[in-house]
């Protein structure tokens, strides 16, 4: 008999509880079925489509001018060698688990040939200590919000004010890794423009939360977008039609902004279930945006079986990724998106039910 | 009264005599409207719709693997310098014409640090003399084929044995631009893959001929394009979903790539009819390909309303974009398309028999 993975698993529950859903050609089809097959492309960045996108996306972020990228990748690479270049110096700092340091290859370091500056540690966010305590003099500052890596954890609104304020004086320009940006809003009470305020030039992913296929916005002064697009020609993200990521990128913006405040009220709610279950817990214990990490005090060989299991037998989904920790615990990621509103409840706890029983009993 | 530009002209027009239509969301929209929904994204250029089309393209180039690129620009800097890691030389050699050299902001220079020979001069193509005419020690020449920015002109096939083999004797690695690859084919009546096992590494454009929406394929031996995975990870250009841009070049590849012997046979008929005009040429003055530049002997602002007038008249689309060659010459690039067969003969005739007309007057 043929053991289902974690993921083959995971494929087949009818309630993931992460998630917008499948990542799918139906995102691409449905997105494009009510936009009129006549609207021109842009083209090589110039063109209503993108134009007006770029607009509302600057509008929204509080910024002069905003620029379209294939990725955040790319987007963040450009920003910081911009502000490298303005102050002449090849340094800028960010935390060691930022998606730079450890997702791109080193692209920073091999295209850019920027060093970096490491500041906090893999378990907790920068903190203005960490800012004030920099010997090394950089260009840029990069903030994660929320830092992903460490399961979305915050720092507080005050402490942000504050390295905003220091960073200004020291002439260190500050750039926000806003790939959830609009997810920690409503932890902040803050809109994105006010919280983009203390930062000089910003990157917001539209696949996240926000669920399009692809893309990225980079925001900043006009000065500063206009040598961004340079750049983005220079780093070939310079496409003739980029509209498949931007319109439903868009779509998908007008449908989804506003359910922020819900995937944060849900991401609490699911934490507090998996908290309630012997040996497990999340990271952060209250979430501070729609996404969190369920670690186990167990490992990913244990563990594994009893989320098949439960998945199996419930019909709802944890996860199709568990990964190891160490040689005796594990995690897994979750993103709250539109899934979890339409999962029974009573089929809920009664999975929670399960996975608390069988963690018990895996600890005896 | 509102005089009309080219462009505005040139939109109104029910026939135009170049391309495959217009560029607007009908072009994604067609290509996916036979295409399930339930076809899963690629991750991270992982998944089989990415690995299907690359295996495709590896199969029609007569190489080992491809990779799919979000743009060309990307997709050329990459394999340079991945050339010129493996040499230890930061140099290579191309046309003072090439993409790299005019249209990429210098990214070549500025993010690879890769200096540029310049081979031939701004009315021809490479020959085997430029070649081993070099003084200098390069990593890799690329060649256009065919040579856009000249009309798209293309060397004898002899020369580019003779040149493939020159370098591989000389330990020069040999990158192919094969933007408009498919569409030289016909005139050198050899397969894709008999023209790439001349280079070591080459490139095909998916929005061209192919007529896409955006996209490239870089293909080589396994070891290079598992290095370009890597680059492609560092310029941003691995992004989560590439399928817009992947299924819809494969649906358009599907169409077209049969099409490029008629579209080069029209291309020939075409030029004759210009050529057959007082004071207008083409280059080539036979087509080698889709492509060939209209040159007029008189100046962009004398020449320009002498267009508009003919396609409002007739309906016929010359072209929307003149450009200035010098203060007494213009001229415009015509690639053959679908839309070309469309067009009624009677009026094609008659347009430029208007054309003809006008342009004698004009010399008067």
Redesign the interface.
């Given at each position: 008999m043929h053991t289902k993975s974690l993921q083959e698993s995971y494929s087949l529950v009818k309630y993931p509880l992460a998630g917008h859903g499948?990542?799918?050609?139906?995102?691409?089809?449905?997105a494009?079925e009510q936009?009129?097959?006549?609207?021109?492309?842009e083209?090589y960045g110039k063109g209503k489509v993108i134009e007006d996108f770029q607009d509302k996306m600057a509008n929204l972020l509080g910024k002069e001018a905003a620029v379209f990228?294939?990725?955040?990748?790319?987007?963040q690479?450009i920003a910081l060698r911009i502000w490298c270049d303005e102050k002449g110096v090849a340094k800028v700092a960010y935390h060691p688990l930022s998606h730079l340091e450890i997702h791109?290859?080193?692209?920073l370091k091999?295209?850019?040939h920027i060093e970096t500056v490491l500041l906090a540690d893999q378990t907790r966010v920068i903190e203005l200590d960490d800012v004030t305590g920099m010997e090394e003099d950089v260009a840029c500052l990069l903030l994660e919000l929320p830092q992903r890596e460490i399961g979305g954890q915050l720092p507080d609104y005050g402490t942000l004010e504050k390295i905003s304020a220091y960073c200004r004086e020291k002439g260190i320009k500050l750039q926000l890794d806003g790939a959830r940006l609009l997810e920690v809003l409503p932890y902040y009470k803050k809109t994105a423009a006010e919280v983009c305020a203390l930062f000089d030039s910003v990157y917001v992913s539209l696949?996240k939360g926000i669920g399009g296929?692809?893309g990225a916005v980079l925001a900043g002064s006009k000065e500063f977008t206009e040598k961004s697009k340079?750049?983005k020609?220079?780093?070939?993200?310079?496409?003739?039609?980029?509209?498949?990521?931007i319109?439903s990128a868009d779509y998908y913006y007008d449908q989804r902004s506003g359910k922020m405040d819900a995937y944060y009220e849900e991401a609490k709610e699911l934490a507090q279930l998996y908290n309630s279950c012997e040996g497990v817990y999340t990271l952060p214990t209250i979430p501070v945006s729609n996404m969190f990490h369920v670690h186990f005090e167990h490992p990913k060989g244990e563990t594994e079986p009893i989320l098949i299991q439960i998945q199996e037998e419930t019909g709802i989904g944890f996860t199709g990724n568990l990964r190891e920790k160490d040689s005796h615990s594990s995690y897994y990621e979750v993103s709250i998106g539109d899934l979890y509103e339409g999962v029974p409840k009573d089929l809920l706890n009664q999975s929670f039910q399960l996975l608390n029983e069988k963690m018990a009993k895996a600890f005896e």
């Open positions: 499948k990542r799918n050609v139906e995102v691409l089809k449905k494009f936009i009129s097959g006549s609207i021109e492309s083209m990228f294939p990725s955040g990748t790319m987007a690479q791109e290859e080193d692209g091999e295209l850019h696949y296929i692809a340079v750049w020609r220079r780093h070939g993200g310079d496409l003739i039609s980029l509209y498949p990521y319109l």
